[in-house]
C-alpha cells in the first residue's frame, strides 16, 4: 500500500488510469471513504474520472451499503453523461441491490439498452434481496426479448426456485439449447435448488 502510494506521489503526471489504479488499491484495502476523498482531489486537479474509476467506486460503495456517497456518484455519472456505459450501468443496479433501493434499482434498469450484463445485474439484484418471483418473471421477460442467457445468467437465476421453495418449477425447469456455460456452476445453483426445495433425492443424482 504505501509502495503504490510512494510511486502515485512521485509522478510527474497523472492520467485517468494512474488515478484509477491507485483508487482500486484503496477500495481494495476496504477503505471506500479513502478512495472517495481520492477521486475528489482527482476531479480537483483538473483530472475527469471515466468509466472504469465510476464502476469501482459505485461497486464499492454497494459492498459497503454506502448509499449517499452511491447516488452522489450516480448524480455525477448522469452529469458527465457516462451513466449508459455498460459497466456504470451494471454497477449502479449492483449498489442499489446491495443497498436494498429496490425500486431505484428497477428504474436503472429500465433506463439500459438491456444488454447482456444489465440483464445478469437485475436478476443478481433480486436474488440478493430474495424477490424470486421477480428474479423468475424477469428471466422470462428477457427470454421473450431475444436475449440470449449466458453461464453468469442462469447462476445468478436459478437461486430463484430456492427462495420460492417451488420443487414443481425446479424440476420441470428447461435452459435454453446452446448455450456456453460452466456445468459445474450451474449444476451446483440446480442442487442448491433442490435441496431447499425438500428434495434431496432429485439434489443427489445431479451431484452424481
Same mark, same amino acid.
Given at each position: ?8 506521489? *512521485? ?15 484503496? /477500495? ?9 476523498? #481520492?477521486? #475528489? ?8 474520472? +471515466? ?9 464499492? !460503495?454497494?459492498?459497503?451499503? +454506502? #448509499?449517499?456517497?452511491? *447516488? !452522489? ?30 425500486? /431505484? ?20 439484484? !433480486?436474488?440478493?434481496? *430474495? ?32 427462495? *420460492? ?44
Amino acid at each position: 500500500m504505501e509502495e503504490a502510494v510512494l510511486v502515485f506521489d *512521485r509522478m510527474v503526471e497523472r492520467d485517468v488510469v494512474n488515478w484509477t489504479s491507485l483508487i482500486n488499491v484503496y /477500495i481494495l484495502k476496504g477503505d471506500v471513504r479513502a478512495a472517495l476523498r #481520492l477521486c #475528489l482531489l482527482m476531479v480537483f486537479e483538473g483530472v475527469r474520472p +471515466n468509466s472504469v474509476t465510476l464502476a469501482s467506486l459505485l461497486s464499492a !460503495c454497494g459492498e459497503s451499503k +454506502n #448509499l449517499m456517497d452511491g *447516488r !452522489c456518484l450516480h448524480g455525477w455519472a448522469i452529469s458527465q453523461k457516462l451513466e449508459s456505459n455498460v459497466m456504470v450501468e451494471t454497477s449502479l443496479i449492483d449498489m442499489y441491490a446491495k443497498c436494498n433501493c429496490v425500486n /431505484i434499482r428497477f428504474q436503472v434498469f429500465k433506463k439500459t439498452l438491456k444488454k447482456m450484463v444489465p440483464w445478469n445485474a437485475i436478476l443478481a439484484g !433480486c436474488i440478493h434481496n *430474495r424477490l424470486g418471483n421477480e428474479a423468475i418473471k424477469l428471466f422470462k421477460e428477457m427470454l421473450i426479448e431475444g436475449v440470449k442467457p449466458d453461464g453468469a445468467t442462469l447462476k445468478s437465476f436459478l437461486p430463484a426456485y430456492a427462495i *420460492r421453495a417451488d420443487l414443481q418449477q425446479a424440476v420441470n425447469m428447461h435452459l435454453p439449447e446452446g448455450l456456453d456455460y460452466c456445468h459445474t456452476e450451474i449444476d451446483t445453483a440446480v442442487v442448491d435448488a433442490y435441496s431447499k426445495c425438500g428434495s434431496l433425492e432429485s439434489a443427489h443424482k445431479i451431484f452424481k
